[in-house]
């Protein structure tokens, strides 16, 4: 599967962005999903995840209650809604995909090329 990542820019602080994540060559259906991000000079980290099915879905706990990933299985899409954006939100964002439900960037196969998401004071 080719994942291509879309969506990030400029925001102030509080303010809201989505990204999406266009899935080709294959079905997202058939694997579990999920958000990572990296900020300058720092290692990339997990954000978010969701099940192939969607039953279970687990967030970093920074961006509890802010963010919201989902899909759209016949529109082939992943998504990450993020409100109440802070500064330290500022990250290239990349969705990714597995045959692993894991918030181990490791176990993921299938990456898009990040986005990059700006959150100023």
């Known amino acids: 599967v080719q994942l291509q990542a879309s969506g990030g820019g400029l925001v102030q602080a509080g303010g809201s962005l989505t990204l999406s994540c266009a899935a080709s060559?294959?079905?997202?259906?058939?694997?579990?999903m999920g958000w990572f991000r990296q900020a300058p000079g720092k290692e990339r980290e997990f954000v978010a995840r969701?099940?192939?099915?969607?039953?279970?879905?687990s967030y970093k706990d920074s961006v509890k209650g802010r963010f919201t990933i989902s899909t759209d299985n016949v529109k082939n899409m992943l998504y990450l809604r993020m409100k109440d954006l802070k500064p330290e939100d500022t990250a290239v964002y990349y969705c990714?995909?597995?045959?692993?439900?894991?918030?181990?960037?490791?176990?993921?196969?299938?990456w898009g090329q990040g986005t990059q998401v700006t959150v100023s004071s």
């Open positions: 060559e294959g079905t997202l259906g058939d694997y579990n």
């Open positions: 990714a995909a597995s045959t692993s439900y894991s918030e181990n960037d490791g176990r993921y196969r299938y």
């Open positions: 969701i099940l192939w099915s969607g039953a279970s879905i």
